[in-house]
């Protein structure tokens, strides 16, 4: 399932977040630049294809790949966790320094903005909370970030949006014909993944390990179709959040039969006991049938090639 060698490019150009879709209008300067991009509600323009980047999240790292635009990061940040890649993608991060991979608790990346302009980057992937992209702006370097991940954004995704992002990425670097064999790809694999519609009910979580909020994912994050393409409901559907704070009371008023537990890195077996050892946990279905399923943050949110390979490990740890 190691798979990223075939897929690819993240943000939003004709079909936005998900369903909905920022506007992106290209020039008739060169080849299709200036380009300009709405993203999180902000215009991002390109004079040309950009050639620093710098990520400061690990989700843009399939699109590039298939793009064949990995050479151009030129410095990195955050967590890279090996299981996401195959070799050839683990070589090209491997070519990345990286400059720090310190989270906190919620797996938010700790960097100064001293350290990321020091960079020259014609490009940033990824806000970070003390890196805004207005604090970039300032000094001219333009910041793309997920769609899904703007802040406030309501809009729900599919696995339209995975499509989308590939074809933004395309048009951002001059590489149409690559994203439009990579999304082909990517339809070709969910043809494949078969299904039912099971009548289990099943939540996606972010536990805080050691202690802490445990976090739910509402029909505005990535979680939502992937649960309903895996054949489960999700007890969160009626929340039009992406993320939001649930009590353990909460969870037990909802007792969905399977947990999907998110994290960022560290030991699993430590993000499970962070639910398992709430006070009352014994209660919970999933918990009693031993259906919890651990699963790295990027395989399911946010929309990325990864989200396909994230559905295809639920569908084989839960089969109809």
Known sequence: MKRIAALSTVLVLAAGCGAAADDTQAGSSGAGYPLTMKNCGADVTFDKAPERLVMLKSSAVPFLHDLGVM???????????????????????????????????????????????????????????????????????????EPTMCEGNTDAPTFDSIYAQMEAYGKVFGRQSEAATAVTALKDRMSKIKAEKSGRTAAVLYPTVGGGVTYAYGNASMA??????????????????????????ELLGRNPDVLILLYGDGDPKAVEQAVTGLPGAEKLKAVQNKNLMTQLFNFTEPPTPLSIDGLERIVERFPG
């Open 224 to 249: 939502h179709p992937q649960l309903e393409a895996a054949g489960f409901t999700n007890v969160f559907a009626d929340s039009k959040e992406r993320v939001f704070e649930v009590t353990l009371e």
């Open 71 to 145: 050479d151009r990061v030129t410095a990195r940040a955050g967590q890279y966790p090996k299981e996401y890649y195959d070799a050839a993608t683990q070589a090209e991060i491997d070519k990345v320094p990286l400059l720090t991979d310190k989270t906190d608790t919620s797996g938010h990346l700790q960097i100064s903005k001293e350290v990321v302009i020091s960079q020259q980057p014609d490009l940033v992937l990824g806000e970070v909370d003390n890196l805004s992209r207005d604090t970039l702006s300032a000094v001219d370097i333009p910041l793309l970030e």
